[in-house]
C-alpha cells in the first residue's frame, strides 16, 4: 500500500507528470497510484524525492494498516 496518488492530489499534480519524472510509462505509474503493484524501494525514494516529500510520507500509517484483513490463503483456519 502507498500513499502516492493522495500526496499528488494534494499538490495538484498528475499521474503522467510524475510518469515524465521517474521514467516510467503512464502505465506502471497507473498501477503504483491505484496500488496494483508496488514500487521498489529505490523507486520510492525518488519519487519521495521529485515530490518533496519524506518516504514515509508515502506509506499509510499504522491506523489505514489496521482495517485491512489479511487475504483469505494467509489466514490461518479456525480452530473449533
Known amino acids: ?8 492530489l494534494d499538490q495538484g499534480r498528475t499521474q ?5 519524472r521517474i ?4 502505465v506502471v505509474t497507473t498501477n503504483y497510484c491505484n496500488n496494483k503493484t ?3 524501494a529505490e523507486t520510492l525514494e525518488m519519487i519521495a524525492l521529485i515530490l518533496e516529500v ?6 499509510p500509517d499504522t491506523e489505514e494498516m489496521e482495517g485491512l484483513s489479511k487475504p ?9
Open 54 to 59: 519524506k518516504v514515509s510520507d508515502l506509506l
Open 16 to 20: 503522467q507528470w510524475l510518469a515524465a
Open 23 to 26: 521514467g516510467k510509462s503512464y
Open 72 to 80: 483469505k490463503w494467509k489466514r490461518k483456519p479456525d480452530r473449533k
Open 1 to 8: 500500500m502507498n500513499r502516492i496518488k493522495e500526496v499528488l
Open 38 to 40: 508496488q514500487p521498489s
